[in-house]
DNA sequence: TTGAAAGCGCTAACAA
DNA sequence: TTGTTAGCGCTTTCAA
């Protein structure tokens, strides 16, 4: 050690020198599993005696030895993504109260990034991972459920495996949400979709498809603009290409609420206001954005409530013996009514 | 291991054995410092057959030789308020590339859920920490710097000790946010004040009430408001008693964003513009603040230099034998003007 | 009910 | 330049 004055840790061997008993009798006495075949006095003594001295396990050697270290890695895009932070306090509320530590690490959705990260994982031994930021198909993601290391994947799923998925109802959320474009009367209503690589992104192009359809809807090749990331950038040159495209579309059903931030902003910058000329719609209902003008009308989605599903799920797969856990388990997500759709300018006119 | 079909992982005396080799050779092929001593044939039979075999180094056997274990513990009070993942990013940024892993904790400003944290990390033999949730003089945080533990404190400083932090120049930010204010013409100015016990609460509070009197500015006891906590429902609270209070004010200097944005919305209730019937400032521009109108005017801080700071400083305490780390590294801080500021009716009726 | 001993995978001091 | 050996702190089998 680097330190001066490093004073060196309390260990089984300390206490045992105190307490005048064997160190596997310490471990025993100090260990709840194992307690029971100690004599009562033992246990009290070794445990006063540990408590005294202020031991604490090292947990580096126990898990050596044991292969359990109670730590567990957390795979997400990018911490900074304003919905991560409720997952992860999600997790963490499961986590945490049964001793677990979670190494957190942010992909920025680059695979090789994502390799080295989820090495890092595994040399230091994690007991199980939440993975928040798989591709649809990625090999290293099989390969280490295949090497036997507990694994859920959130919001986000995995083709062709059986690791459990915990995601929120996309393909619902995006047909309310058409419905109530719908129901508002707008006929020529654009998609802006997410990354295609993203399950999200596919699902909610998939489910706008199919609702599209399922409603008569007219549906352009120009009707649906794909974007590259979720972020605002990416809607507004999303948005431009819709507008150039010369479809006259009432209203868009955004993937994503930053994409949504980022069409409004074009469509302001083109003289056209939200919702008054066009209505735009978001997904996630990101925290602060009931604050943003226009307030978005977007699709809530439980994060918190993901992330501490899909903890209680690594639980289950890290300590039971024999889990029965659901391939896919599906939250359900809520339409949340703001100020960003308004019916379309032809019908409200029709309307007069 | 419950997980079936758990392959064990390939260790330096697979290696060795395929190689014809000791362990210890093989240890010394992969560690770039000792590998000088060998030849360079066995170095490189080595190191190709632990690529082919796909080694991974086990860091828990590792750590326990060496009490290395390249893994840092973060403390923050909440990933979930927006300041953070900014300054984890930043963090990551050194820390990543060097080959830690970080163990993120959150202490909702909990002392009890604090120290059972810091005994988390601890056990993990964590090499340093990042601590940015210090109150101003915390037992345990000194004890575990006497302890030899690295650490950094960020955004706080943990008074009367001399471990290193990294904070913003709050004081100055205060004073040019105070000038400005003072320059649109404005004379009574109030201060929502952060938690006394955090130390930008209270750098902040000090810096106002020593600008405003250099200014020579009217400061009654109702100018001050102490919030509980940075958030939203603190900033209506305490806007609501300084509305309450009766103090002609023009203007309120908030010690955060979000203070900001709470009495803002109390402002709106009582049927008060801002900023037309009273300015309001903030503090941190947090990420999206941009897009919420009024656009707060409000002072920058450089969250993710914050974090690349600490860490660095974290990173030579952990690896130089001496170093020399200043008591405090001061970062700037940028005043951004933007909608939540103009002159006070007053005035501006002066000025017609 | 407790103790003795081995060993998890690695590094480092010492020996050759 | 490479091998031998010991041991980091813990758990667990086996023996007493």
């Not at 105190?18 to 009562?40: I, M």
């Not at 994947?153 to 109530?180: C, F, K, W």
């Not at 150039?244 to 069409?263: E, M, V």
């Not at 003008?293 to 039971?320: C, W, Y």
């Amino acid at each position: 050690m680097v330190q001066t004055g490093m004073k060196k840790a309390i260990t089984l061997r300390d206490i045992a020198r105190e307490t005048g008993v064997h160190v596997s009798t310490v471990s025993r006495a100090l260990d709840a599993r194992t307690q029971a075949s100690l004599t009562a006095e033992v246990v009290e003594r070794v445990r006063a005696t540990a408590e005294r001295m202020g031991y604490r396990p090292n947990r580096l050697a126990s898990g050596l030895r044991t292969n359990r270290t109670m730590t567990v890695g957390l795979v997400i895009p990018d911490i900074t993504n304003a919905v991560f932070p409720l997952i992860v306090r999600g997790i963490e509320s499961v986590l945490e109260p049964l001793g677990y530590a979670s190494i957190i690490v942010n992909t920025d959705n680059l695979s090789e990034r994502e390799h080295r990260l989820v090495d890092l994982l595994q040399e230091r031994g994690v007991d199980g991972v939440i993975h928040a930021a798989a591709t649809r198909n990625d090999p290293k993601i099989v390969e280490m459920a295949a090497r036997g290391i507990p694994m859920v994947t959130v919001n986000r799923s995995i083709e062709h495996s059986d690791i459990p998925a915990v995601v929120s109802d996309d393909a619902r959320g995006v047909q309310m949400m058409l419905q109530y474009l719908y129901d508002q009367g707008h006929r020529r209503i654009a998609h802006l979709s997410g990354p295609a690589q993203s399950s999200t992104g596919q699902a909610r192009r998939q489910a706008f498809v199919e609702a599209a359809q399922a409603l008569g809807l007219e549906l352009p090749q120009a009707a649906i603009v794909e974007s590259a990331r979720y972020e605002e950038d990416e809607g507004r040159r999303a948005a431009l290409r819709l507008l150039d495209s010369g479809w006259p579309f009432t209203a868009i059903l955004c993937a994503n609420d930053r994409l949504a931030l980022g069409a409004i902003a074009v469509l302001r910058a083109r003289g056209l206001d939200c919702p008054a000329d066009v209505s735009v719609t978001g997904f996630n209902d990101m925290p602060l954005l009931d604050l943003i003008l226009p307030r978005l009308t977007t699709i809530r989605i439980q994060q918190f409530e993901v992330g501490k599903a899909s903890a209680e799920i690594l639980v289950r797969i890290m300590t039971e013996t024999t889990p029965r856990i659901p391939r896919e388990t599906v939250l359900p997500v809520f339409l949340v009514e703001r100020d960003s759709v308004a019916p379309p300018r032809a019908a409200s006119r029709r309307a007069c």
